[in-house]
């Protein structure tokens, strides 16, 4: 174990790790951290805002980043590598430093999926500069999220330079197209509003698939101008196969 | 006539109320503002909805369509139940029938139809054509008292029974000519005529009215007596004699000589026409002109003014039906168009 570096204290840190001397000088909780021979760590930019809770096929959104997230964790555990997890919503729910272990994981898993955010909405950008806080060693970030959200250009930049990001986009289908289902009263996840919406018009399904995926085509070209991958995952979708074709362009590029 | 009826509510005896209709329309009224203000602000939490992610970019190109008629659902739901409250409380229309108490007085018209009533002195015409004249006058001013006419000379019959039907009773008056009956005046039997007309009526007050020129001379009933008959029947007699003092002129059409007029003194027996009168508390009127035996008849007619009851009757008819089926009509439209045209999901 060799000595990494002193840096304050973040919630979910191991309070025995508290350096005192260090403390007592600035008047600040710090701690001591000691770095691992050669092993990446993992970390989970976890997505738990509302807007998570809703798919038309089978299963939320959540439950598909859930499962993205234990597979990758699992993968992550068998080169063993460390893991940790960044839970929010629009503030940060949990942070769960990286550990080695398939006992970790697993609670880590546990963790995601008995989870019960206390926020609703989306804060990419603040969870980027908590990640920029609590890891100062170059990691390999899942950001898991619907990016349902805006300004958070900026913070990924800097995380992105920093750290190895890939965004995991969960969407539902009726994110993108709508069929016709007639009057629909539909409640945002996120702010509680109502708004009824007639589908039945040829129109608006149109102008509605047209403009989301400008809007994707849009996020796209904002995360290659960074140089980020984007790996977009339906819930009705097999993810396997996106997935696999990623890490495999990933192998050649590297 | 219009009024809300309400509710009775009786059960074995034990319960009898009547809820007055306006209660329901309190309550009913009370009932819908609070539905009102509850569609209006509880909407949000009532409403069903399904969650979807992220509505803006939704807001932005989509619209209610169809959906923004939903809500007339609530209205037409207020509605409905308005109207079903309206419906309990009743409503009734009444159309008031005033009728009028047929409890009249019975009244016969005795009138001279001797050759004496030719005499010209009421001018335009002869006495019996004003005479005849001034009756239907004082017919049209009665109203459901039973009015008969009974005609006289040698003889007396009666012309018309009594009867409410003034258009029967003024045709037959009309009919009424010289030469009917043979010459004469015959006024006792006239009146005994009248009296047998009237004697089983059951009307409160019992008038006769008999109009004459001249002097009893002829029939087999003296006109005291049928007076006291009349009287013990307990009839009045209204006597009227009619002429001018003096001579009158009469225009006699002789089947040799052609028309030509005669002068004829006027002998009216006005002490028996008097006696009879006072006998049966009557009056005796003498008439001497047109305009006076117009007079004579409105006297008569003010001096028996009968009171006229009127029964007010409200016949009620009931209203509540129309406002409960066109509740019901709301009630299944707004159903059938939340179902059909306007179903929302969820």
Known sequence: MEFDEVREYMPGDDVRSIDWNVTARTGFPHIKKFREERELTVLFVFDASSSGYFGAHGRFKSDLAAELCALLAFSAIKNNDKVGMIIFTDHIEMYIPPKKGRGHVLRLIREILA??????????????????????????????????DSNFDKPLRIANRKHDMIALKIADRREIEFQSAGILELEDAESGELFLVDTSSKRFQLEFASRVSREDARLKKRFDSMNLDLIRILTDEPYLMPLMAFFKRRGKRR | MFRWAGMQISAFDLVDVTIPGWVFLLVGGLVIVALAVFYWRMHKHTTSSLRYSDIRMIKRVGAPGRGRYRVLLPILRLLAVGLLFVALARPQSGSQERELSTEGIDIVMVLDISGSMKAEDFQPNNRLFVAKEEIENFISKRVSDRIGLVVFARTAFTQCPLTLDYGVLSSFLRQVDFGIIDDGTAIGTALATAVNRLKDSKAKSKVI??????????????PLTAANIAKTFDMKVYTIGVGRPGNSQYTVDDPIFGKRVVYMANEIDEETLTQIAEETGGRYFRARSKDELGAIYDDIDSLEKTEIKVKQYVNYKELFPKFLLLGFVLLFAEAALSQTVLRKVP
């Open chain 1, 115 to 148: 989870f019960e955010p206390t926020g609703h909405g989306t804060d990419i950008g603040m969870a980027l500069e908590y990640l920029m806080r609590v890891t100062k060693r170059r990691a390999v970030v899942f950001l898991v999220s619907d990016f349902i």
């Open chain 2, 209 to 222: 009215v008999l109009l004459t020129d001249g002097v009893n001379n002829s029939g087999e009933i003296d």
